[in-house]
């Protein structure tokens, strides 16, 4: 099996900061694309960044120029830098990996974290 922990979410007051990390850990052989999406109360959940195995990076406009997505791939872990955070950027952060866990059966499955609670004050 395959499980992603992410840890770094927390209370911020706005302008402040925040450095989001998820590891995955289990049957890996290979991960393709990382990111990181966001879901608020109310709201259907969105992308926030996305990551390729190359470090090609994507962000959705309302993060771009105050999110950085990263990767350890050697350490199977994705970051998320949040910079000049929002209150509207208070949601529940989640991270998700497309993994590959044998060279023998190639199947390609999105794995999810559980959520990390980003709360940003006004």
């Known amino acids: 099996q395959v499980q992603l922990v992410e840890s770094g979410g927390g209370l911020v007051q706005a302008g402040g900061s925040l450095r989001l990390s998820c590891a995955a850990a289990g049957s890996i052989f290979s991960i393709n694309a990382m990111a990181w999406y966001r879901q608020a109360p109310g709201k259907q959940r969105e992308l926030v960044a996305s990551?390729?195995?190359?470090?090609?990076?994507n962000y959705a406009d309302f993060v771009k120029g105050r999110f950085t997505i990263s990767r350890d791939s050697a350490k199977n872990t994705v970051y998320l830098q949040m910079n000049s955070l929002k209150p509207e950027d208070t949601a529940v952060y989640s991270c998700k990996m497309d993994v590959l866990r044998s060279s023998i059966v190639l199947e390609w499955r999105d794995y999810w974290g559980q959520g990390t609670q980003v709360t940003v004050s006004s």
């Open positions: 990551i390729t195995p190359g470090g090609s990076a």
